[in-house]
């Protein structure tokens, strides 16, 4: 079975710090870009950020950028998001999800073949 499978989340106090990894099952990430997302409560997931399939090229929301960092180990098939700074509207799940369109690329808007199930961060003290 072809599967994303986000870990890492879970309750932070503000000003902490979380790592979020994206692993897949069943194929190799290597071939694909990845996009972040995340879903406020109440509310619709969005885009946060993305890597390119060899890592050259990431793009971060501007509510995230210089606090979230996306990096990537093809050697190990892992997606990392780093997640410093946590901020009480950073309250989300967040999901990671692969597509091979574009995957060179990360500014834009493109369709993802698969979705992780989500993994919660909660940033609360």
């Known amino acids: 079975q072809l599967q994303l499978v986000e870990s890492g989340g879970g309750l932070v106090q503000p000003g902490g710090s979380l790592t979020l990894s994206c692993t897949a099952s069943?194929?190799?990430?290597?071939?694909?870009?990845i996009d972040w997302f995340r879903r406020p409560p109440g509310k619709g997931h969005y885009k946060i950020g993305c890597?390119?399939?060899?890592?050259?090229?990431?793009d971060s929301a501007d509510s995230v950028k210089d606090r979230f960092t996306i990096s990537r180990d093809n050697a190990e098939n892992m997606i990392y998001l780093q997640m410093n700074n946590l901020k009480p509207e950073d309250t989300a799940v967040y999901y990671c999800?692969?597509?091979?369109?574009?995957?060179?690329?990360?500014?834009?808007?493109?369709?993802?073949?698969?979705w992780g199930q989500g993994t919660q961060v909660t940033v609360s003290s």
């Open positions: 999800a692969a597509r091979t369109i574009s995957a060179t690329r990360c500014v834009g808007v493109f369709s993802n073949d698969y």
């Open positions: 069943g194929f190799t990430l290597s071939y694909y870009a």
């Open positions: 890597i390119s399939r060899d890592g050259k090229e990431t």
